[in-house]
């Protein structure tokens, strides 16, 4: 599953309801926590680009990553990471890591640059 898309039902805050919902989203297996859980990093289409973060969201254009079957131009957010139950990967997209290797590593990169900083600031 490393290195794959999947759809996943994905948590989120709903602020107009003011709960906490859920939806179908693409994400980006990059790693295994444990034996049934995966560190998934979201890729979103981010409606409004003042949220988008140069410095470790990469673009995903429909154009030129086909094989994801965007609906619209999309980032992988290299900074939002989460974990997410095997079970909650509902839908293998394309195997990420082998038809778009370049930009699989400039994620894994700016997700490392990310943890790096966390790590940093920590100490």
């Not at 444990?34 to 429909?62: A, F, G, M, Q």
């Not at 990169?109 to 790096?116: A, L, N, R, T």
């Amino acid at each position: 599953m490393i290195g794959e898309a999947y759809v996943s039902i994905f948590k989120y805050y709903n602020s107009d309801a003011r709960k906490m919902s859920f939806k179908n989203r693409p994400v980006l297996v990059v790693g295994k926590s444990d034996d049934k859980d995966y560190v998934i990093l979201p890729i979103s289409r981010v409606t409004n680009k003042h949220y988008l973060d140069p410095k470790y969201d990469v673009e995903i254009t429909k154009e030129d990553f086909p094989l994801m079957n965007l609906k619209e131009n999309s980032y992988i957010r290299a900074h939002k990471q989460s974990v997410v139950h095997e079970s909650e990967l509902v839908e293998r997209i394309v195997d990420f890591k082998s038809e778009y290797n370049s930009t699989y590593n400039e994620a894994i990169k700016k997700m490392k640059k990310f943890q790096d900083r966390i790590i940093e600031n920590a100490l």
